[in-house]
């Protein structure tokens, strides 16, 4: 059987879901999301056009950021709903551990997220956020950092990402 898997990046400027199913790569756009209780909507009229059946055989992985923490949560909580309702392992995913991968040459990255100027210090993650009058300063350090399916893909393969998230776990009382 072929990897499946969702990844789910409400952070960045491009927030999409990216699924992998069959060896294909299947790319929904979120633009201005409004309510997070949207999200499952989304999905599932994303599953259904592409015919797809979520199970617990998929692998699910959000983007951790940095970035708005708002987003932040909301990618973990729907997350940690998918693995609780159909058992399925969940990760998370930084923009550290793409620049990692993408062995971006510097020490420090400027990346854009939800209109955030974010200075990420690679060695240390540390992240500063910027004014508009820093940004000039450290505009050698700008990378346009993408989770597309391609970077996603080739992260998820490499293995060398953040994290296992563990799911919330429930009590009977």
Same mark, same amino acid.
Request: with cysteine.
């Given at each position: 059987?072929?990897?499946?898997?969702?990844?789910?990046?409400?952070?960045?400027?491009?927030?999409?879901?990216?699924?992998?199913? %069959?060896?294909?790569?299947? @790319?929904?756009?979120?633009?201005? #999301?409004?309510?997070?209780?949207? &999200?499952?909507?989304?999905?599932?009229?994303?599953?259904?056009?592409?015919?797809?059946?979520?199970?617990?055989?998929? *692998?699910?992985?959000? %983007?951790?950021?940095?970035?708005? +923490?708002?987003?932040?949560?909301?990618?973990?909580?729907?997350?940690?709903?998918?693995?609780?309702?159909?058992?399925?392992?969940?990760?998370? &995913?930084?923009?550290?551990? *793409?620049?990692?991968? %993408?062995?971006?040459?510097?020490?420090?990255? +400027?990346?854009?997220?939800?209109?955030?100027?974010?200075? #990420?210090?690679?060695?240390?993650?540390?992240?500063?956020?910027?004014?508009?009058?820093?940004?000039?300063?450290?505009? !050698?350090?700008?990378?346009? @950092? !993408?989770?597309?399916?391609?970077? @996603?893909?080739? *992260?998820?393969?490499? !293995?060398?990402?953040?994290?296992?998230?563990?799911?919330?776990?429930?009590?009977?009382?």
């Amino acid at each position: 059987m072929s990897l499946s898997f969702i990844f789910i990046d409400l952070l960045s400027d491009r927030s999409c879901l990216i699924l992998f199913y %069959n060896n294909k790569a299947f @790319v929904k756009k979120i633009d201005k #999301l409004t309510k997070s209780e949207n &999200i499952p909507i989304i999905l599932n009229k994303f599953l259904n056009t592409k015919k797809i059946k979520f199970n617990e055989n998929f *692998l699910i992985y959000v %983007n951790l950021g940095p970035g708005s +923490l708002v987003s932040a949560r909301s990618a973990i909580t729907f997350g940690k709903s998918l693995s609780l309702i159909y058992g399925c392992k969940l990760y998370g &995913i930084s923009y550290f551990d *793409l620049l990692k991968l %993408n062995k971006f040459k510097y020490n420090q990255a +400027l990346i854009n997220s939800k209109n955030k100027k974010l200075l #990420l210090n690679l060695k240390t993650h540390n992240v500063k956020n910027l004014s508009s009058e820093n940004y000039k300063k450290y505009s !050698k350090y700008k990378v346009d @950092v !993408k989770f597309n399916s391609k970077n @996603v893909k080739n *992260l998820i393969m490499s !293995k060398k990402y953040t994290k296992k998230i563990v799911p919330i776990t429930f009590s009977s009382r």
